[in-house]
């Protein structure tokens, strides 16, 4: 097992390096780069409608420069370090991200690390509790559907998931603010923000409840997807293991219900769940995190990435995707490990002599 683990590690370095190197080719045809938006921005013009390459930078007698001193154009070049051709800023880049240094933000007047810092409680804040609610409520409830297939809780149940699944988290979101944060008669939870303006003047307690009353309404509105589909997935996973021979032999034993369901069932059918800690997770942490973000004016690592791409603050795009594989990859390594523990007869090493 050790053995395996040392290689799926040092796989990630190929991984990341091709990542990188993908986004950076394609980084180079985007229009509108960080050197053409500062020119627009010294003309009194937006930056978003300007053509020509975002990789190079305008030449001096482009439509964007035009009107400017080149000396100052080149200046801007140097300041972006654009006054490199690509290659070597990509050498460059892949060098300083071996030593974990992402650089300065081009117009926050941070360095990427501090910005990623300061934005990942949010973030690890959404991801990591709506996660581990979907499947604390989502394993309990698709054994219990599964163990009563067909029955009444079944059918009823269901009918709520179907319509929690076909419900988009952030209109959910919607629902939920005007329900219970002012929209009616409700006004229970806040709608801005992690923490109260007057939070570090609260007690020990009085944080962690404030934490926890700023997080209700957007966990509430991750979980409703995750949820419907992780609960199916349960339910089905434990009506395929239930009627293999296996279990029919079990119960000839003698042994008692509960003992043939988590004794030797849970075993097989959580297998195929667990197979999906890893992408629930990061679709959770990464992708389903923006738009609640947006809307419950969190500043997390979604909305952060979202407004680099738009202003072409590259760095900041770049260290948070390096970020995001890196923690995706290394959860899918937490994924496989997981396996061992819930069927210690699984070895990987085994596997992949």
């Known amino acids: 097992m050790f053995a395996y683990i040392v290689r799926r590690l ?18 180079q045809a985007a ?14 013009v937006g930056g978003g409608g300007i053509g020509g390459s975002g990789g190079e930078g305008p030449s001096t007698g482009s ?42 933000s081009f117009f926050r007047g941070k360095t990427v690390i501090d910005l990623i810092l300061e934005k990942m409680p949010v973030t690890i804040s959404l991801g990591l509790w709506a996660t581990l609610i979907t499947y604390l409520v989502s394993i309990p409830l698709g054994i219990r559907k599964a163990v009563r297939h067909g029955s009444s809780f079944d059918v009823w149940s269901s009918t709520a998931i179907v ?35 007057n939070f ?20 509430s509105s991750l979980v409703i997807g995750g949820f419907a589909t992780l609960t ?25 219900e509960r003992r043939v369901l988590y004794g030797h069932v849970f075993r ?8 999906g800690i890893p992408q629930a997770f990061i679709a959770v942490f990464f992708a389903g995190s923006l738009l609640i973000e947006v809307i419950f004016s969190l500043d997390g690592l979604g909305r952060m990435s979202y407004e680099a791409a738009l202003s072409r603050d590259y760095p900041v795009v770049f260290g948070s995707l390096f970020i995001f594989t890196l923690f995706g990859l290394l959860i899918k390594l ?20």
């Not at 007690?203 to 934490?211: E, L, M, N, Q």
Request: hydrophobic share 50%.
């Open 10 to 27: 040092l796989l990630i370095i190929p991984t990341l390096v091709i990542i990188l190197l993908v986004n950076f080719v394609i980084v």
């Open 31 to 44: 229009p509108g780069g960080p050197v053409e938006q500062a020119i627009a921005h010294l003309q009194g």
């Open 63 to 104: 439509r964007a420069s035009r009107g400017l001193d080149p000396k100052l154009i080149k200046d801007i070049e140097k300041q972006y370090g654009f006054d490199k051709p690509a290659p070597e800023r990509l050498w460059l880049m892949l060098k300083n991200y071996a030593q974990l240094d992402f650089g300065n």
């Open 163 to 197: 319509i929690g699944y076909a419900m988009p988290a952030f209109l959910f979101a919607m629902f939920l603010i005007v329900v219970f944060a002012g929209g009616t008669s409700l006004n229970w939870f806040p709608v801005r923000g992690l923490v109260s303006e």
């Open 200 to 219: 570090d003047e609260l007690s020990t307690v009085g944080k962690i409840a404030d934490y926890f009353w700023h997080l209700v309404l957007p966990v």
């Open 232 to 256: 199916i997935l349960t339910k089905n996973s434990f009506l395929n293991e239930i009627t293999r021979q296996y279990v029919v032999t079990a119960r000839a034993k003698g042994l008692s």
């Open 268 to 275: 097989n059918a959580m297998l195929l769940v667990i197979s």
């Open 334 to 353: 937490i994924g496989d490990l997981c396996y061992t523990l819930v069927d210690p007869r699984i070895d990987f090493a085994a596997r992949n002599a």
